[in-house]
Structures are given as structure tokens and as C-alpha cells.
């Protein structure tokens, strides 16, 4: 704001306060219940300072697991959600790239056809066609494989159309002096629109981890083994304990733990992730 | 070097839409050609059909005695400076002069030399290791113009390349544009639609209108012997003055001289170059002059010279006239003005061409 009044000033970060600790307070609630012992979680005697289980907790989820739910190390659906999330980012970006840079700078028989068919996706998300697609991926033998958990979900009309709008703005007059100077179509995509992309590319990135990682329902359907699960669902699998207590402390620290490759993504795409969304290089 | 050959050359858009037709004219080699035209006229199109960027669909375009019709841009051996520059942002001053060569593979060490060597001509190296966006307009174009030198082409194309520069850089850089091209001797096109710049630029003007050439010559031909209304207007600032003559209704009043001017049937038009009209000394005898008398409605002293603004008899077309010097006229009231025989030009009022007097 150009105008300094105090009062605005100290209302808008008053708002701006109460707004973070709404947000921040369940998380901050989810560390220090990862921190306790199990006793005092059941007694419902948690206090607001953290205890000093930590470390003991932490190791016990990653390498060990649950006593009484599905005992397995969390490391592993770490790592497939890990895994999971940077091939669907990937490979989205990948594609959609290509098929952007086809759209835009080609001409063939049916492009804006081949266009709208890519638009039309965006009404179909993967709950909608989550049958045949399940079928499919059965039918090829791609159940509790990489490929079946994540080839489905890499089709990105959002990263297309993201990429579409962003070649458009870069000027003509650049491909026909990339002409000029000797360069193909390749080594123009390449050459000068890869790396003016770079922004946008990274902002895609961070969407796409974060789509990536948080998927629930395709990962539920499509993995059976133990091995291949992901964090999400290795959450959701711990909760669900017969006749016993589940073990607050160690879902709390899967949890923490869930959070965090996101939060380093984004923090660390951060200022390339605000450019990529706000601003062109040009 | 070569020089470039337009053999009745035409493109016609999808849906029947020709935007130029019929070009046919010859660039010598090391020759400096201007194409100069209103918006609209085709000049672009035609230098980028000569460049390759758009198909040609009648006719022929040569460079150096080779039919390049259907040669790729990056075979014609030219190089071309846009509008915007078109500099790769993401590249620094260097590589973007050097990535042309590159692409050529030429070997490091030469593109090295060349890069230096037109670095030094354009004043550019302080700058090669930044980036387009941490430069003036002025020196981008000078990065543009270096990456089309580096290539040391056979012909150089420019898209109208001074109209993003302020007027003070835009002069200059003319200046500039010309003594380089003196100084390595490519052939050059350059396409504007200032006439300032044509008029100072070209060994060979060459100016479009809808399409298609009124007039190919050089620059004081053609601004003494305009072949039509078009030229006539198009070349000079401020524009040549026009005055319909029509024989049915006699001569305007206020003209004096003009009786014996050969106005065909259908009307002319009488042109007068500011610059060619005088002050009226009050001689007696009008000789081989025509005298004009203005009402004159306004008056502009710039120092060197003062302009006159006004209409014929009073209330005829208006006029204007560029006197060197100071000038002395109160700004209104009745002036009379001369012109000398051999500076009027006529033309036919329906078709626009010169009619010789």
C-alpha cells in the first residue's frame, strides 16, 4: 500500500496472524503429538511443548513400522510416493511440452481438432474414467508396477494448456531469426524456447510433485503389494487398528513426514515458482 | 556478394488475398535498396519472401544468380534485422551474435574473431557478456545489426529496424546503417515507410503502394521526377502541394500562369514543392513563373527556415510553403508566392501519372 496508516497496518497483520495460527496450529499439534510416548496420547493429556521422543518415534516409523497395524518401515511408501510424484511431474511436463510445441508451431491436418480433444480432458479427471482406466492398466499387466501408477495420470491438459498460452506469447519474430540463423525446429525448442520455458516449467513442477504426491484413490485401486503403497495410503492404512489403540504418535510422525518433500519443493522452486506463474521473460 | 533479382514476383494469401504482384526489379551487387510504402502496401511481405520467411507464389527471387524459390532461410545466405530485434533473451550479447555460427558449424576460434571484430565496428564490447535486457534500445540494435555482420551473409534484409528508437538514436543510427554498408559492401534491402530514412539510405528507391511499385529509382529522381500522384505525395516532408485543376471550370483563383498548362479533359492535378515556392519579390514581369497568392492562416519560424500555411485565392485547396531563412511575414493577410516552370509538376487526375511538361 502506498498510503502508512498504523491502525491499517497493525489490523491487516492482526488478520494476517490469525490467519497463519489457524493454518499452522494442526500441524504444530501433529509435531509435538509425533514427539510423546503412546500413554499420553490415549490419557488425552497433550500438552503444547514438544517431548523428547523424537528421534525414537522418527526411526521407529521409517525403518520399522507399526506393532499392530501394518508393521511396515515407512521408508518404503516414502520412496514409491517419491518416486510416483516425480515421474507423474516428469512426464508431464515432457509431454505436455511436446504436444504444446506441436500445437503451436505446426501446422497439420486437425490441429485445433487435436487441441480441443486435449482440452476435453480436462472434464475427465481420473475419478470419471477411473473404470476403464483401471481396466486397462489390469488388462496390460501394469497392476503394483511404477508405470501403472503413474502412465495414467501423466496425460496433463492443465500443463498443455499452461505451456500453449506461454509459446504463444513468445514473438514470432524469434522463430524466423532462429530460421535465419540456421536453426530447425528441434534446436529452436532446444535452443531458445526450452530455456525461456524455464519459469513456467518450474512452476509446473511444483503443481504437479504436489498432484503427484497427493494422490489417493489411484494408488488405493491400482497397488496391492505392501511394497508398492504409497504415504498416503500408508497413513490411512496405519489408522485402521482391531481391537487396540492406534499408535497416535507414529501416524502423527508419518504425517510430518508426508509434508515434507512437498514443502521442499516448494520452498526451494519458491522464487522461480512466483516468477514462472506472474511474470514472462521476454 | 551478390546481387538479388525480383522476377514478376506476386503472393497471394489463402482465400485470394494478394498482398503484392507483379515485382520485378534488380538490386546490384553491394547496392543499397529501399522499399518505402505506406502500412499495408506489401514492402514486409516482399522482403520476407526475399528472406524465405514467407512462400513466394509467382515469379522468381534470385540472390547471386541462384533461383531461391524454394531454398530454406538458413541456405540463402542472408541475414535479416527485425522490427524488435528479435534477440534470444536468454543468451548474452556474444552468444547471441555467435549462435547463427554455431549453427553453421563454423570452428570456436573464428566465431571468437568475428565476434570481436563486429563487436569492435558496433562499439559493443563493453556489453558481450550481458544479457538484451540490460541494454538500450540503441544498443540492442546494434547487437542485431552485429549478428547479421558476424554471418558476413551475401545480402543483408532490414524490417523496418530504426522505428523502436527514439527520433535523436534513429538518426543517428542511420548514419551508422549507411556508413556500414558503404564500409563492407553487402547488398542491402531495408524495408521502411519513412521517408526520411529512404530518401537518405537508398542508391535505389524502390516505392510500393497497394501491392504493387509506383516508382524504382534513385531517391533525387525521384523526388524531381515523381511518376505519380503517389510518389509525388509520398516523397518529400512536409508532402507536395496539390491543386486540382479542372478544364470545365477554368483555373483556381489565385493561380496566375497556369492558363497554359496542358490539363487534359478529364482534370489534373498541379503539384509544387513547398521548397519551390517563393516569397513574390513584386516583380512585374511573371516570366516563366506561376504566381500563387495564399491567405495566410498561419505562420511556423524554426530558425533555418519558416513555413507558411495557407489557401489558395482565399479559399482554395490549402498550401503550404517552406521559405529558407527567417522570413518576414506578418502571419495573415494576402501573400503572393512564386514558383519557377520547370519545378511544377502536373498529373492526370484520373489515372495519377506524370504528365511532362
Request: charge should be neutral; charged fraction near 20%; proline fraction near 6%.
Amino acid at each position: 500500500m502506498v498510503e502508512n496508516r498504523p491502525f491499517a497496518a497493525i489490523l491487516s497483520h492482526v488478520i494476517l496472524i490469525i490467519g497463519v495460527v489457524i493454518i499452522a496450529f494442526p500441524v504444530y499439534v501433529a509435531f509435538v503429538a509425533s514427539t510423546t510416548d503412546p500413554t499420553t496420547i490415549s490419557n488425552g493429556q497433550l500438552s503444547l511443548i514438544p517431548d523428547h521422543h523424537l528421534i525414537e518415534n522418527y526411526a521407529k516409523v521409517l525403518f520399522e513400522g507399526t506393532e499392530r497395524s501394518t508393521k511396515q518401515p515407512m521408508i518404503v511408501p516414502l520412496m514409491n510416493s517419491f518416486i510416483m510424484a516425480m515421474i507423474i511431474a516428469c512426464g508431464k511436463i515432457f509431454i505436455s511440452l511436446l504436444s504444446a510445441f506441436a500445437i503451436v508451431y505446426f501446422r497439420f491436418p486437425f490441429r485445433n481438432t487435436a487441441f480441443w480433444v486435449i482440452f476435453l480432458t480436462l472434464m475427465l479427471p481420473v475419478e470419471v474414467r477411473i473404470y476403464p482406466t483401471y481396466k486397462i492398466v489390469a488388462d496390460l499387466h501394469m497392476l503394483d508396477t511404477y508405470a501403472g501408477l503413474t502412465i495414467p495420470l501423466i496425460a496433463s491438459a492443465t500443463a498443455t494448456l499452461l505451456f500453449r498460452q506461454f509459446f504463444m506469447t513468445v514473438p514470432d519474430e524469434l522463430i524466423e531469426a532462429s530460421k535465419i540463423d540456421g536453426a530447425g525446429p528441434w534446436k529452436f525448442f532446444i535452443d531458445t524456447l526450452l530455456p525461456l520455458s524455464m519459469t513456467s516449467i518450474a512452476a509446473m513442477f511444483v503443481i504437479q510433485f504436489i498432484y503427484g504426491w497427493n494422490q489417493y484413490l489411484w494408488p488405493l485401486l491400482i497397488t496391492t503389494r505392501d511394497d508398492m503403497q504409497t504415504i498416503v495410503i500408508g497413513i490411512q492404512k496405519m489408522l485402521t487398528v482391531t481391537d487396540a489403540l492406534t499408535e497416535w504418535q507414529l501416524a502423527m510422525a508419518t504425517t510430518i513426514l508426508a509434508m515434507l518433500p512437498p514443502v521442499i519443493v516448494v520452498v526451494a522452486m519458491q522464487r522461480l515458482f512466483v516468477r514462472g506463474l506472474t511474470e514472462t521473460e521476454k | 556478394m551478390a546481387g538479388v533479382l525480383l522476377n514478376s514476383v506476386g503472393k497471394t494469401y489463402a482465400g485470394n488475398i494478394r498482398a503484392v504482384s507483379d515485382i520485378s526489379f534488380a538490386v546490384p551487387d553491394g547496392g543499397f535498396c529501399v522499399l518505402v510504402g505506406p502500412s499495408g502496401c506489401g514492402k514486409s511481405t516482399l522482403l520476407r519472401m526475399i528472406a524465405g520467411l514467407e512462400t513466394i507464389t509467382d515469379g522468381e527471387i534470385s540472390i547471386g544468380g541462384r533461383v531461391v524459390n524454394q531454398v530454406e532461410p538458413m541456405h540463402r545466405d542472408i541475414a535479416m534485422v527485425f522490427q524488435n530485434y528479435a534477440l534470444y533473451p536468454h543468451m548474452s550479447v556474444y552468444d547471441n551474435m555467435a549462435y547463427g555460427l554455431r549453427n553453421r558449424k563454423t570452428p570456436e576460434p573464428e566465431i571468437a574473431t568475428r565476434v570481436a571484430e563486429a563487436a569492435r565496428i558496433l562499439e559493443l564490447e563493453p556489453f558481450l557478456k550481458r544479457r538484451p535486457k540490460q541494454l538500450s534500445g540503441g544498443q540492442r540494435q546494434r547487437v542485431a545489426m552485429g549478428r547479421a555482420i558476424v554471418r558476413k551473409p551475401q545480402v543483408f534484409l532490414f524490417d523496418e529496424p530504426l522505428s523502436n528508437l527514439d527520433a535523436k538514436l534513429r538518426g543517428q543510427m542511420r548514419v551508422e546503417i549507411k556508413t556500414l554498408q558503404r564500409q563492407l559492401g553487402v547488398t542491402s534491402v531495408y524495408v521502411t515507410h519513412d521517408q526520411l530514412e529512404a530518401m537518405t539510405l537508398a542508391d535505389m528507391l524502390v516505392v510500393m503502394n497497394r501491392g504493387r511499385i509506383e516508382q524504382i529509382g534513385e531517391p533525387l529522381y525521384l523526388y524531381e521526377n515523381p511518376a505519380t500522384i503517389f510518389v509525388a505525395g509520398f516523397i518529400g516532408a512536409p508532402p507536395m502541394n496539390m491543386i486540382p485543376l479542372a478544364p470545365a471550370t477554368g483555373v483556381p483563383a489565385g493561380i496566375l500562369g497556369a492558363e497554359t498548362l496542358p490539363v487534359p479533359p478529364t482534370g489534373a492535378i498541379l503539384g509544387i514543392r513547398p521548397e519551390h515556392l517563393h516569397l513574390d519579390r513584386g516583380e512585374t514581369a511573371l516570366g516563366d513563373r506561376l504566381r500563387l497568392e495564399l491567405k495566410i492562416d498561419a505562420v511556423e519560424a524554426v530558425g533555418a527556415e519558416t513555413y507558411f500555411y495557407g489557401h489558395l485565392g482565399s479559399t482554395g485547396p490549402r498550401l503550404v510553403v517552406r521559405e529558407a531563412g527567417r522570413g518576414s511575414a506578418s502571419p495573415h493577410g494576402i501573400r503572393a508566392f512564386t514558383a519557377d516552370r520547370t519545378q511544377i509538376h502536373l498529373f492526370d487526375k484520373v489515372s495519377g501519372n506524370r504528365i511532362e511538361l
